[in-house]
């Protein structure tokens, strides 16, 4: 472990022993292990991460139409009608008239979607902070910043939901 991130220039740190597939192989783990934990935090929820997903971007976001939620995240616009459907039935998301374009459906958050959002939003942030529990505070912000500035700087105009979405594939469980 690096010792006292916080004070030292990132440039500083020493580097890992070469092997080419060092990043690879570590992005792999984490990312495997990051999808692990949320999909036991969010199992509750209809189609677990991949739901996860779709109710943070209505909530967080501006209320999307069906069919710019449906490209945003990568997933096919039949399959979001479905995802959609079952949302709704459990009374998280609502689909109401864009008052601009009458043929389009603007996907808005309930009250309880949001009350259910913001507590996977806690549990996701205690799973992520499980997960990286091997660092140090310092570290994490070090290392979190540097991943976002690399993800950016490869790909400056990815929608993030997009990439988690094709990046951890279809739902595992309708």
């Known amino acids: 472990m690096v010792e006292n991130v916080t004070t ?3 440039a500083d740190l020493p580097l890992p022993p070469a092997s080419p597939s060092t990043l690879g192989w570590s992005l792999g783990v984490l990312l495997r292990e990051w999808s692990d934990r949320v999909e036991k935090v969010s199992r509750d929820l ?8 779709v109710l943070a971007a209505v909530v967080h976001d501006a209320p999307p139409t069906q069919a710019s939620l449906a490209a945003r995240l990568g997933i096919d616009r ?6 959609l459907d079952k949302f709704v039935q459990c009374g998280l998301l609502e689909r109401r ?11 808005v958050p309930t009250d309880q979607g949001r ?8 549990a ?7 997960l990286l529990s091997g660092l140090a505070p310092g570290e994490r912000r070090v290392l979190l910043a ?5 993800a ?3 790909a400056p105009d990815e929608d993030r939901c997009a990439a988690v979405a094709r990046t951890i594939g279809p739902p595992r469980h309708a």
């Open 97 to 107: 008239q864009d008052p601009v374009d009458r043929r389009a459906r603007r996907i």
């Open 152 to 154: 950016s700087g490869t």
């Open 124 to 130: 996701v942030a205690g799973a992520e902070d499980e």
């Open 115 to 122: 009350r259910v959002l913001a507590d996977l939003d806690a």
């Open 78 to 83: 039949t399959v979001m009608t479905y995802l």
């Open 46 to 53: 209809p189609h677990g991460v991949r739901g996860y997903q």
């Open 8 to 10: 030292r220039d990132p």
């Open 146 to 150: 540097l991943l976002e500035h690399a």
